[in-house]
């Protein structure tokens, strides 16, 4: 929306960086890792409680995409809320309850009690998903912000690495090494929630909602004096489906729908189920094969944070996709041994590992403050209807069709998310929150009148308009 900067001095993106944006961006990684350590576990936990839950194909599918689905109905109602009501109260409890539901996974007995339980929990990892992208997109100065995004992107690879190695820890204590396995995954979220008590709300998004002041106070308390914060001429409620499809917006709406369930259907299908595919696949030590996998997964993370504001996003983006279809070609070529098979398939994790930092990046720079939240929701729960049918289907078409088959479809997937990003993703590297959407008359008029709007004071725009 139109805006012009409250108070004159150093623009709030432009600001130093603080101890507050690296407290802030802890809090956020702490829960991503959480993310990660639930989203992860799940795989190895359901092939060890197989035999003792009698899973069949269909349920291990259900089991391994139930997260899934609750991701896909966290995400579309919480965009909403949190564009409406603010980011910092999910921001600051989803954490609780996600460690209360993940205690509650030892005590399930049968199949359908965990599937809720994960179903439940999916909700919650979905709410965080939006608000922690959202709160920490607009709290970091704007030459930070990839960076501070990506490290994010970096604790969620480390969280799904960590539980693979957890799992393989605890893997031989007995037929309840699988509810060992998910009572741990209380742990992160617990020690996170404490992090997150002194995190305040989005000054930006109470700009929007026309509270001036206590954003300044916010401002003021965190960041010091003299910073100058962009005010909307135009008050919106934020939180409008109806509009991410508009003309204006449904071009980026459906390309962050369209590149984020591309990235992660291949990452989770693969990733959950990883043991069971590198069996197919003939692989001698499948678990050290998964170990490879891991921890080229976070060399992947790693690298993506050091090149994502050193190379256009649009470049990043395109470039990743066709890279990891070609490393996954490869796999179903079926000429290659087993250490080729480990190594291609840790390169594919070392690329789809380096392109999810965009996951955490891109999607809130595609959209405007009123309705970023309501934006990253709505590509995060297109994401995870792919992903979760995808992590559904992967064991019953490797039973019945052939992993070779399995993998070819994802390469597929990868192709079509390279095409669709290069016809029509924006660039949006170098962009200023307080730009998007800001192309009105009244604004192009005041900018006219008093420069950039970092120089506009607006209590002076008042004063002369009066």
Same mark, same amino acid.
């Given at each position: /929306?139109?805006?012009?900067?409250?108070?004159?001095? +150093?623009?709030?993106?432009?600001?130093?960086?603080? %101890?507050?944006?690296?407290?802030?961006?802890? #809090?956020?990684?702490?829960?991503?890792?959480?993310?990660?350590?639930?989203?992860?576990?799940?795989?190895?936990?359901?092939?060890?409680?197989?035999?003792?839950?009698?899973?069949?194909?269909?349920?291990?599918?259900?089991?391994?995409?139930?997260?899934? $689905?609750?991701?896909?109905?966290?995400? =579309?109602?919480?965009?909403?809320?949190?564009?409406?009501?603010?980011?910092?109260?999910?921001?600051?409890?989803?954490?609780?309850?996600?460690?209360? +539901?993940?205690g509650a996974q030892y005590f399930a007995s049968e199949p359908?009690?965990?599937?809720?339980?994960?179903?439940?929990?999916?909700?919650?990892?979905?709410?965080?998903?939006?608000?922690?992208?959202?709160?920490?997109?607009?709290?970091?100065?704007?030459?930070?912000?990839?960076?501070?995004?990506?490290?994010?992107?970096?604790?969620?690879?480390?969280?799904?690495?960590?539980?693979?190695?957890?799992?393989?820890?605890?893997?031989?204590?007995?037929?309840?090494?699988?509810?060992?396995?998910?009572?741990?995954?209380?742990?992160?979220? +617990?020690?996170?929630?404490?992090?997150?008590?002194?995190?305040?709300?989005?000054?930006?998004?109470?700009?929007?909602?026309?509270?001036?002041?206590?954003?300044? %106070?916010?401002?003021?308390?965190?960041?010091?004096?003299?910073?100058?914060?962009?005010?909307?001429?135009?008050?919106?409620?934020?939180?409008?489906?109806?509009?991410?499809?508009?003309?204006?917006?449904?071009?980026?709406?459906?390309?962050?729908?369209?590149?984020?369930?591309?990235?992660?259907?291949?990452?989770?299908? =693969?990733?959950?189920?990883?043991?069971?595919?590198?069996?197919?696949?003939?692989?001698?030590?499948?678990?050290?094969?998964?170990?490879?996998?891991?921890? *080229?997964? /976070?060399?992947?993370?790693?690298?993506?944070?050091?090149?994502?504001?050193? /190379?256009? %996003?649009?470049? *990043?983006?395109?470039?990743?996709?066709?890279?990891?279809?070609?490393?996954?070609?490869?796999?179903?070529?079926? $000429?290659?041994? #087993?250490?080729?098979?480990?190594?291609?398939?840790?390169?594919?994790?070392?690329? =789809?590992?380096?392109?999810?930092?965009?996951?955490?990046?891109?999607?809130?720079?595609?959209?405007?403050?009123?309705?970023?939240?309501?934006?990253?929701?709505?590509?995060?729960?297109? #994401?995870?209807?792919?992903?979760? /049918?995808?992590?559904?289907?992967?064991?019953?078409?490797?039973?019945?069709?052939?992993?070779?088959?399995?993998?070819?479809?994802?390469?597929?997937?990868?192709?079509?998310?390279?095409?669709?990003?290069?016809?029509?993703?924006?660039?949006?590297?170098?962009?200023?929150?307080? #730009?998007?959407?800001?192309?009105?008359?009244?604004?192009?008029?005041?900018?006219?009148?008093?420069?950039?709007?970092?120089?506009?004071?607006?209590?002076?725009?008042?004063?002369r308009s009066t």
């Amino acid at each position: /929306m139109s805006e012009v900067q409250v108070g004159l001095g +150093i623009r709030f993106e432009d600001v130093p960086l603080r %101890r507050f944006h690296l407290r802030a961006g802890f #809090s956020a990684c702490g829960g991503q890792f959480a993310d990660g350590f639930e989203l992860g576990i799940i795989g190895i936990a359901v092939a060890i409680a197989a035999t003792r839950l009698h899973l069949s194909a269909t349920w291990m599918g259900l089991l391994g995409a139930g997260a899934l $689905a609750g991701l896909f109905f966290g995400n =579309l109602l919480t965009g909403v809320i949190a564009d409406r009501y603010g980011r910092r109260w999910i921001f600051g409890y989803d954490m609780l309850v996600a460690a209360a +539901i993940s205690g509650a996974q030892y005590f399930a007995s049968e199949p359908w009690q965990l599937l809720m339980l994960r179903f439940m929990l999916g909700m919650v990892l979905g709410a965080d998903y939006v608000v922690s992208k959202s709160l920490v997109t607009e709290l970091s100065p704007i030459r930070f912000r990839g960076r501070l995004l990506s490290v994010m992107a970096i604790a969620w690879a480390a969280g799904f690495s960590f539980s693979y190695v957890a799992g393989f820890l605890l893997r031989d204590l007995g037929p309840d090494a699988w509810r060992y396995m998910l009572l741990l995954s209380a742990g992160p979220a +617990i020690c996170i929630f404490l992090f997150r008590l002194g995190i305040p709300e989005s000054p930006l998004w109470l700009m929007k909602r026309g509270r001036i002041e206590e954003a300044k %106070r916010i401002v003021s308390a965190k960041l010091g004096q003299g910073i100058a914060l962009p005010e909307p001429l135009v008050q919106v409620s934020g939180g409008e489906w109806a509009e991410l499809f508009s003309k204006k917006w449904r071009t980026n709406t459906t390309v962050g729908a369209i590149f984020y369930a591309c990235q992660v259907i291949p990452y989770f299908a =693969l990733g959950t189920f990883l043991p069971k595919i590198l069996e197919s696949l003939h692989v001698t030590d499948k678990y050290t094969g998964g170990l490879v996998y891991n921890v *080229f997964l /976070m060399l992947g993370a790693v690298l993506g944070m050091m090149v994502i504001d050193k /190379m256009p %996003r649009r470049l *990043f983006l395109v470039g990743t996709f066709y890279l990891a279809a070609a490393l996954l070609a490869l796999l179903t070529l079926n $000429a290659l041994g #087993s250490v080729g098979i480990v190594l291609v398939f840790g390169l594919f994790a070392l690329v =789809l590992s380096a392109a999810a930092n965009l996951e955490f990046i891109y999607p809130p720079e595609l959209f405007p403050t009123h309705l970023r939240a309501s934006g990253v929701g709505l590509a995060v729960a297109a #994401s995870r209807i792919g992903s979760a /049918m995808s992590t559904f289907l992967l064991p019953i078409i490797v039973q019945a069709y052939g992993v070779q088959v399995a993998l070819g479809a994802c390469v597929v997937v990868t192709l079509v998310g390279g095409v669709i990003c290069q016809l029509y993703a924006p660039e949006t590297g170098k962009l200023s929150l307080g #730009s998007i959407g800001d192309d009105e008359p009244m604004a192009r008029a005041l900018r006219s009148r008093y420069g950039e709007p970092a120089t506009v004071d607006i209590n002076e725009h008042a004063t002369r308009s009066t």
